[in-house]
Each structure stands twice: as structure tokens, then as C-alpha cells.
């Protein structure tokens, strides 16, 4: 079976893994190969479930697969192995993203995008549900959506949801005037789906020109709004946005299902940072609305990290809450993560003036830094182990976040516009960061390759600035 060969892979190449400096402390990771968009979040029976995409045979992009973790606490994960492979006509170069609910029975349900492609590499794509009794075994009940008119072959990762008495799915698409669209179904048994059309995307409604592919489309209600989370690709620089490859962000409005029209905003850039597409949410038994994203951008350095050479690639996200506040969307880590702290260090009204200063026990790789009550009357810079500098820049409202290139060769930077900095959250592990401005007004996550060695953390002002800082451990 394809799972043996799975396994014997992952066996294969166990130590070589487990001995690179780069695995993190506090991450989701693959045990072998590549990891990409994260599949099916959603708390079943009192347990987190959350799969993810998985090539445990290579670190390049080729026929995924869904790996699996479970948690009670989103903070400690147990690896589940294979969920879904590529075994059948309907899925054999591919079991690609998509999402989970319970259905009227009790059951966990999966669907997802299943990849197909010929000799000559064209594609194929289908809607596939999958079901289980256990949450541990899964069993395939094959294609529900067949690929509707006037849509390309990029037709792929459906998100699934109740709304009232019947069930919703989106899925991201591609038209066939290669447009990126947002197109809705309908059922009342998760079975049979109605086609009823495209609710959002490029030249839809008074949005203009806004990418060629719409991916991981995500449509949920949050304090009183409908959200519409998307990854567009194909979006130009504009400004200090979309300075990635690819995007992930989000559009605030309302749904109006029975004219299949979504009303909305502008788009807002999810994250800042370099790594950061795909995310997922789920609504857990507290009522929380809680995201997960792929720390990696598709076709943007992948094969230049330096964990290849350790057969594995790529990691996620903390989980982390999300807000609506002022018509913008606030991300905060989760609570549970505070079970991680260890080693307390207080640091009260500490004043930096003209000079770079370490401050004793405020050092490490895998830790928590929090500063509050931030005064700052020109600049402030966060040095994070000789590798990667944060910058906020009072006089002209931009805050920077600084990194060395994967290949070595200097250094390169993502900004966004800031009026002040009053409150940062940093959460650090052996090679990523995580940038909280704000109480989570916005977000910068990257990925990092410091030397191992190099633990140093210093800070930096051309005139006088105060603020509080706490530091734990992370273990």
C-alpha cells in the first residue's frame, strides 16, 4: 500500500530529520518531505483536528497527500500519519486542499480537490468527500461537484459550512477568461450540490482586475459581518502591498444567499511578512474563530531554504484567535500557548537612549518577548539574533521588518504604514518569527535561518525611548 511506502519514507529518513538545527520547538512540521496548505481545521467530538498537505517523498511540489494531527489544546499535537492518498482516477496526481464539518450523523466529513492530469499534463479537477466513524480512518465516497461551464481546470479547495438548515461550499476557480473567482453551492445533505454561481472575485461587482486564480477560499460570519478570506494570486506591488509572489487576505461585507451576491470592501493583506498563504479557520465550542496559515508562499524560495538538505521543507502557523475591530481584523495568538512559558524575566520601564543595549536574560532561540507601554520619540530597532531586524520609524509611520535571503546574498525587507507603536508580541522559535504589532493589528510572519549559535537580542534608538518588557522561555 501507498501508506507502507509512506511510512518507510519517513523511517528512512527520521534521524536526518531530527538533526537539523532548524526543527521547531512549538510548530507544526512534516516528518519528512514538503508540508504546504493546512486542510479539514476543525474541533470534532472534543478534539482538534487538522490536516495539511503532504509530498513526504520529495521537497518539491508533486501528488499530495493529507497528513494528519490531533490535539485536545492546539498547543500539543500528535502525529496521525497519512489521512488521504492519491490512489484513485478521481484524485491520482493529487489529493489538494479542502475542509471538514460533522455531519447530521456524528460523522467527520472531508472534502477536498481531487488533481488529475494525463500524459500530456492536462488537468482535470474534482470535489471529493470523504468520510470517517473514528476520525483516525477514512474512507473515500469519490467525486459530488464535477467541473461546472465557464471555469478552467483550477477549480479547487472547497470550505464547507452550515448556514441555517442548509450547507454551503465555496471553492477557489479560475474563469475561463482566466479571471480569479469565488463560486458557491448548495446542499441539504453534503451530497448533492447545487451550482448557484460566482459571489466574488476579479471584475465582480466594483471590484477591477484582481489576479488570475482565486485559491483557499474561506466564508464564515464574525462579530456580525460575513468574512471572505482568499489567497489571489497573480496581484502587482502596490505600494508596500502584495510584495509577495502570492497574497493572502480578506474582504469584509455580507452574503446574500439568495441572490448569491457578495457585497464587500477592499482587500486586506492578512500578514506583512515573507511566509505567510492559505490560511484556515474553524469556530471551536468556545465560540472562538480560530486561524491557521502555511508558513510559505507557493514558488518563492521554497528551494532555496536550508532544511531541504535535511529532506523536509516549510512549517505553520500558530493558531491564533481572530477579532473584528474597527472594521479591520485583529489576530492574537491563542491563550493555550501561555501553557509553553517558562522562566519569567520582568524588565519595568526600561530606557534606551542613543546606544544598543542587551538586556541580561533576554537572549534565546525559542521564546516569547512581549513590550508594553512603548514610548518611542523617533525610532526603535529590534536586533533578533545578527539576522533580522524590526524597525518602526515614528516620523514617517512605517514599520519594517528586515531579513537575510535564504541564498546569503544580503538582505531584503517588508513594510507596512503604522501610526504608533504602543504593544509588540514576538514569537520566536529556531527559524521563524512571529510579529504581533498592536495586540495583533498587524502581522508580520517569516521564516529565519540564524546561525544556531547566535542567540543575541539588542535594542536600538537615535534618541530616547521606554518601554516594558517580559520574556518566557518556550518550551
Known amino acids: 500500500m501507498l501508506e507502507d511506502l509512506v511510512k518507510k519514507e519517513v523511517d528512512k529518513h527520521k534521524k536526518k530529520v531530527e538533526q537539523d538545527s532548524y526543527r521547531l520547538s512549538y510548530h507544526l512540521m512534516p516528518p519528512v518531505g514538503l508540508l504546504n496548505d493546512p486542510n479539514g481545521f476543525i474541533q470534532w467530538r472534543g478534539q482538534y483536528h487538522l490536516f495539511y498537505q503532504w509530498n513526504p517523498f520529495e521537497t518539491g511540489h508533486g501528488a499530495k497527500f493529507w497528513g494528519h494531527y490531533q490535539s485536545k489544546d492546539l498547543v500539543h499535537w500528535q502525529d496521525y500519519g497519512v489521512a488521504l492518498s492519491p490512489t484513485n482516477w478521481f484524485d491520482k496526481n493529487g489529493c489538494y486542499s479542502g475542509s471538514a464539518v460533522e455531519d447530521s450523523l456524528g460523522k467527520l466529513v472531508l472534502f477536498y480537490t481531487g488533481n488529475v492530469k494525463d500524459e500530456q499534463g492536462n488537468r482535470q479537477t474534482y470535489q ?36 441555517e438548515d442548509l450547507w454551503y461550499l ?83 461585507g455580507n452574503l446574500d444567499y439568495n441572490q448569491v451576491n457578495f457585497e464587500h470592501g477592499t482587500f486586506t493583506e492578512l500578514d506583512r511578512g515573507f511566509e505567510f498563504y492559505a490560511p484556515q479557520t474553524t469556530m471551536d465550542d468556545q465560540g472562538r474563530r480560530i486561524m491557521i496559515g502555511w508558513m510559505g508562499v507557493p514558488e518563492q524560495g521554497e528551494d532555496q531554504q536550508p532544511t531541504i538538505k535535511h529532506n523536509w521543507v516549510h512549517t505553520l502557523t500558530i493558531p491564533r484567535q481572530l477579532h473584528l475591530k474597527e472594521g479591520k481584523l485583529y489576530q492574537m495568538p491563542i491563550r493555550e500557548l501561555k501553557s509553553l512559558r517558562q522562566n519569567r524575566v520582568d524588565f519595568s520601564h526600561v530606557v534606551i537612549n542613543q546606544e544598543e543595549k542587551e538586556l541580561a536574560q533576554v537572549a534565546g532561540d525559542v521564546m516569547e518577548l512581549e513590550l508594553n507601554k512603548i514610548n518611542i520619540l523617533n525610532d526603535f530597532r529590534i536586533n533578533i539574533r545578527n539576522h533580522c531586524y524590526i524597525h518602526f520609524d515614528k516620523q514617517r509611520k512605517l514599520f519594517s521588518f528586515e531579513r537575510e535571503r535564504f541564498t546569503g546574498d544580503g538582505m531584503e525587507s517588508r513594510h507596512c504604514d503604522l501610526e504608533e507603536l504602543k504593544q509588540l508580541s514576538i514569537f520566536l522559535d529556531t527559524s521563524s518569527i512571529e510579529i504581533f504589532i498592536n495586540h495583533g493589528q498587524e502581522v508580520f510572519t517569516s521564516r529565519i535561518f540564524p546561525s544556531p549559535h547566535d542567540k543575541a537580542v539588542s535594542f536600538q534608538s537615535s534618541e530616547q525611548i521606554t518601554f516594558d518588557l517580559v520574556k518566557w522561555n518556550l518550551n
Open 128 to 163: 471529493c468527500r470523504a468520510i470517517s466513524e473514528d476520525g483516525l480512518h477514512f474512507e473515500k465516497e469519490g467525486v459530488v461537484i464535477e467541473l461546472p461551464e465557464g471555469y478552467t481546470a483550477h477549480f479547487r479547495d472547497p470550505k464547507v459550512w452550515k448556514h
Open 170 to 252: 465555496v471553492v477557489g476557480a479560475q474563469s475561463e477568461d482566466l479571471k480569479g473567482k469565488v463560486v458557491l453551492f448548495q446542499s441539504n445533505d453534503l451530497k448533492e450540490w447545487l451550482h448557484l454561481g460566482t459571489v466574488a472575485g476579479s471584475h465582480e461587482g466594483s471590484l477591477e482586475d484582481f489576479g488570475f486564480m482565486w485559491e483557499c477560499p474561506d466564508l464564515f460570519q464574525l462579530d456580525g459581518q460575513d468574512v471572505l478570506i482568499v489567497s489571489p494570486q497573480g496581484l502587482q506591488p502596490e505600494g508596500y502591498k502584495y510584495h509577495n509572489k502570492y497574497q493572502s487576505g480578506y474582504f469584509i
